[in-house]
């Protein structure tokens, strides 16, 4: 049975709400901050005519002294949570290894990700595209590169949980924030057979609807085949606080990732990491904050024309939550170990041995909170 495809759409995490911004049945990048104007909206940018901006980005304050010395890094407790810079500190920093990230595009002119993209490809084309390529017109899918491989000790904003990935930018949700199934499963199949490790999908579909199998068969199939390519899906869990995670990460063979806060706690919003397989984890997403650069959400790279990016703010640079950002950090652990040889399934128990339960897995944390630290030794 062929499954019909859906809308996708953003779908955006703020304190005491969550807002849905498409019509629905949708899958959502699941990040953001709420409301409409200048922090939130649709995250995009006027597609009236096709005008090509250019844009200044800021350093984000003086280059740290030690390693690394993005000068944000101090910023970012989640790489502290998940324990990336004592795996750093022994070379473990995922070379040889891409990320894609299928998602709104990535930007590509970022000072803080231009080094490390390799080449990738814009299956939403086409559709109120401006300019052409996985030239990202939204800023989700920016944020959530930055997370996973943001160009780190280059003594500019943020670090990356795996500084030295690659990031293969798959564009399939607009400038709006919207795409279809369709685009989606194209997307996962497009980053396998071009070698991607790690295919990271900050998007998701309902609950309800999402554990309905007929209607993600497509996604489904998609999955699989990225698993025989040897290429492992590390998906968010949703922003409904449903007990299940969302379709794609309910699906057989993917990650499913909820998010914690600063404090390692489970944050409001999100879904609980319960998929098919039970393989399920938590990561840093943030409280999800009504203000702008609040440093208790996640700081990452953010194109600036985008409409998450605070007028006044550090430029190029912001923060957002949601289970969006709790993927990446995953995705860029999964990195690590796979520049350390390991295959797909081994990625897999590796996660599940050394995330902080420890083997044992729960409903509420799944196997835990990732340990890039432990993972990798």
């Not at 959502?28 to 096709?50: M, R, T």
């Not at 490790?197 to 309800?208: A, F, K, Q, T, Y």
């Not at 699989?224 to 007990?243: I, K």
């Not at 409409?307 to 006044?312: I, Q, V």
Request: proline share 6%.
């Amino acid at each position: 049975m062929k499954s019909r495809a859906r809308v996708l759409s953003v779908l955006v995490a703020v304190a005491g709400l969550v807002l849905m911004l498409a019509a629905s049945p949708a899958l959502a990048a699941k990040g953001g901050k709420g409301g409409q104007g200048a922090k939130g909206g649709q995250g995009g940018s006027s597609l009236q005519s096709c005008t090509v901006q250019s844009y200044a980005y800021d350093s984000g304050g003086q280059p740290g002294a030690g390693f690394p010395n993005d000068p944000l890094f101090a910023r970012q407790w989640g790489l502290q949570q998940i324990h990336a810079p004592q795996a750093w500190a022994r070379g473990v920093l995922g070379a040889g290894t891409t990320i894609a990230v299928v998602d709104t595009g990535v930007d590509l002119s970022h000072p803080d990700l231009q080094a490390n993209l390799v080449a990738g490809t814009d299956i939403a084309a086409g559709k109120t595209d401006c300019p052409p390529g996985p030239q990202d017109e939204n800023g989700h899918g920016t944020h959530v590169a930055g997370i996973a491989a943001a160009v780190t000790n280059n003594g500019i904003g943020v670090a990356g949980t795996a500084p030295d990935a690659r990031i293969m930018p798959v564009r399939v949700l607009d400038a709006s924030g919207s795409g279809s199934s369709d685009d989606v499963a194209a997307g996962i199949i497009y980053a396998a057979d071009h070698g991607a490790d790690v295919i990271n999908l900050s998007l998701g579909e309902l609950p309800v609807v999402s554990q309905i199998a007929p209607l993600n068969e497509g996604i489904s199939n998609a999955i699989e085949h990225a698993w025989a390519q040897g290429s492992l899906v590390v998906a968010a869990a949703g922003n409904e606080t449903f007990p299940l995670c969302d379709s794609p990460a309910f699906e057989h063979h993917a990650v499913c990732v909820g998010a914690t806060d600063s404090r390692g706690l489970p944050t409001f919003y999100s879904n609980f990491p319960n998929n098919q397989d039970l393989v399920g984890v938590r990561a840093p997403g943030g409280v999800g904050s009504v203000f702008c650069e609040d440093d208790e959400d996640v700081w990452s790279t953010m194109w600036p024309g985008s409409d998450f990016e605070c007028p006044g703010g550090i430029a190029g640079y912001e923060t957002l939550a949601g289970t969006s950002m709790a993927t990446p950090y995953v995705s860029g652990v999964a990195a690590l170990l796979a520049g350390q040889g390991l295959t797909n399934q081994q990625i897999v128990d590796r996660l599940e041995a050394t995330s902080s339960n420890h083997g044992a897995y729960d409903p509420v944390y799944g196997y835990g909170i990732v340990d890039a630290d432990a993972a990798t030794q």
